[in-house]
Nanobody, 115 residues
Framework: QVQVVESGGGLVQPGGSLRLSCVAS????????MSWYRQSSGKQRELVAV???????RYEDVAKGRFTISRDNTKNTVYLQMTALRPEDTAVYYC?????????WGQGTQVTVSS
């Protein structure tokens, strides 16, 4: 089975930046897509960005123009570079690995945007 671990969260001022990392380990067993989700208090978990095979990316409106998803296949690592952060970006950010047969979720990393 696959383990997915996020890191890089923390406290940042509005307008600041953070880079989140997600490392996958174990036997993945095929092509896979990586996604970033987030969940703030009292809200549903929502998709932020997706990167698929061939490094094709897709962003939800909340992230478009501010966040960048990328991957380093030599390290089995996916990144989410976040800029122009707003208080409403405060959430636990989760990484998900998706194959044709299963999904693997990380435990999340807390991002807090506050002055």
């Amino acid at each position: 089975q696959v383990q997915v671990v996020e890191s890089g969260g923390g406290l940042v001022q509005p307008g600041g930046s953070l880079r989140l990392s997600c490392v996958a380990s174990g036997t993945i067993g095929g092509f896979h897509t990586m996604s970033w989700y987030r969940q703030s208090s009292g809200k549903q978990r929502e998709l932020v960005a997706v990167i698929g095979t061939g490094d094709v990316t897709r962003y939800e409106d909340v992230a478009k123009g501010r966040f960048t998803i990328s991957r380093d296949n030599t390290k089995n690592t996916v990144y989410l570079q976040m800029t122009a952060l707003r208080p409403e970006d405060t959430a636990v950010y989760y990484c998900k690995l998706t194959t044709s047969t299963y999904d693997s979720w990380g435990q999340g990393t807390q991002v807090t945007v506050s002055s």
